[in-house]
Antibody, heavy 122, light 107 residues
Framework: QVQLQQSGPGLVKTSQTLSLTCAISGDRVSSNSAAWSWIRQSPSRGLEWLGRTYYRSKWYEDYALSVKSRIAISPDTSKNQFSLQLNSVTPEDTAVYYC????????????WGQGTLVTVSS | DIQMTQSPSSLSASVGDGVTITCRASQSVSKSLNWYQQKPGKAPKLLIYAASSLQSGVPSRFSGSGSGTDFTLTISSLQPEDFATYYCQQSYSAPLTFGGGAKVEIK
């Protein structure tokens, strides 16, 4: 079955870049039936979808408007993984970050990564 | 963006009770509505997809219904492992959005 394993630092300084990676097993990042997403969860914002990358003859990304100016989600086909970069972070970006597989056929997020608590602090 | 509103935000119930959680969308999402269960320190787990289809391996005491803007998740007889927070999520249009959650606590 598909499994997602997240990695990356749990502490980021204010104004710097948050970087997380999600390694995929049991599927391909270039799958035509999936989109590879990042979602975060905080007490103030709840569950917030941040964006996704997917392959349909070429690579596409789309992002939530709330972070569009400072986010990048990118695939790495050689390592079968995808990454999140969020620039110019503030304490408001403190949250648990999850990667997840979005199934285009059913519209669900499944599976999810284990989650990474990222704290933004000066 | 489509806003998803859940009610109640929390409830207390006893083992064996039946529980219903509602989710309302700010515009029609047809049947593009999923339900997840989340326990503390864990990622959400898919329970119901397409409003009423049970994900493989999920106990039959869970059921979903609705279409358009109004949806319900029902747990027919609460078990100890069901005490958790439940979220709805629309997949009708991007950005994909979640409800604020409904926490089911032990009475």
């Amino acid at each position: 079955q598909v499994q997602l394993q997240q990695s990356g630092p749990g502490l980021v300084k204010t104004s710097q870049t948050l970087s997380l990676t999600c390694a995929i097993s049991g599927d391909r990042v270039s799958s035509n039936s999936a989109a590879w997403s990042w979602i975060r969860q905080s007490p103030s914002r709840g569950l917030e979808w941040l964006g996704r990358t997917y392959y349909r003859s070429k690579w596409y990304e789309d992002y939530a408007l709330s972070v569009k100016s400072r986010i990048a989600i990118s695939p790495d086909t050689s390592k079968n993984q995808f990454s999140l970069q969020l620039n110019s972070v503030t304490p408001e970006d403190t949250a648990v970050y999850y990667c997840a597989r979005y199934d285009w056929n059913y519209g669900w997020f499944d599976p999810w990564g284990q989650g990474t608590l990222v704290t933004v602090s000066s | 963006d489509i806003q998803m509103t859940q009610s109640p935000s929390s409830l207390s119930a006893s083992v064996g009770d039946g529980v219903t959680i509602t989710c309302r969308a700010s515009q029609s999402v047809s049947k593009s509505l999923n339900w997840y269960q989340q326990k503390p320190g864990k990622a959400p787990k898919l329970l119901i997809y397409a409003a009423s289809s049970l994900q493989s391996g999920v106990p039959s005491r869970f059921s979903g219904s609705g279409s358009g803007t109004d949806f319900t998740l029902t747990i027919s007889s609460l078990q100890p492992e069901d005490f958790a927070t439940y979220y709805c999520q629309q997949s009708y249009s991007a950005p994909l959005t979640f409800g604020g959650g409904a926490k089911v606590e032990i009475k």
